[in-house]
């Protein structure tokens, strides 16, 4: 594959992070958004359907994360990194859901700010932004 059709194809994943964010509230059942857009500081959250909630925060991660791999593997097309990249994108579910779930269970008014950073890991491509430039560091200092 050439070098512009690789770009091509970025180009058209990163546009896939544009719709998923585009039509992330039409697409995903998450009572957070508009509470974090308007009144977090002076209301309590709002009432949650855990099940269906963390499915969707599942499936938008999934989303986000095969999007994700694809951007990095035509940026560097190594098994490892893919490999790597993948236990990366487990193990940081694993770290953010549980925490986020405790924290959604036991909010306080305090607690907001960090409640929205887990979320915004957790709903956005947080790891790309982290790999890819250390993945393009160890290709330079390999080299």
Do not use: C
């Amino acid at each position: 594959m050439s070098r512009f059709q690789r770009l091509l194809l970025v180009v058209i994943l990163v546009g896939i992070f544009g719709l998923i964010r585009g039509f992330a509230e039409s697409i995903f059942y998450d009572p957070l958004t508009p509470f974090f857009k308007h009144d977090y500081l002076e209301n309590s959250l709002p009432a949650i359907n855990f099940s269906p909630f963390f499915m969707n925060l599942f499936f938008r991660y999934f989303v986000n994360s095969m999007v994700s791999l694809a951007i990095i593997y035509l940026a560097f097309p190594k098994r490892d990194l893919i490999k790597f990249s993948v236990w990366i994108f487990i193990i940081g579910f694993v770290v953010f859901v549980i925490p986020y779930y405790f924290m959604l269970t036991n909010y306080t008014k305090e607690n907001y700010l960090m409640l929205f950073y887990v979320r915004r890991f957790l709903i956005q491509p947080v790891f790309l932004l982290l790999l890819l430039p250390a993945f393009y560091y160890q290709k330079l200092t390999d080299n």
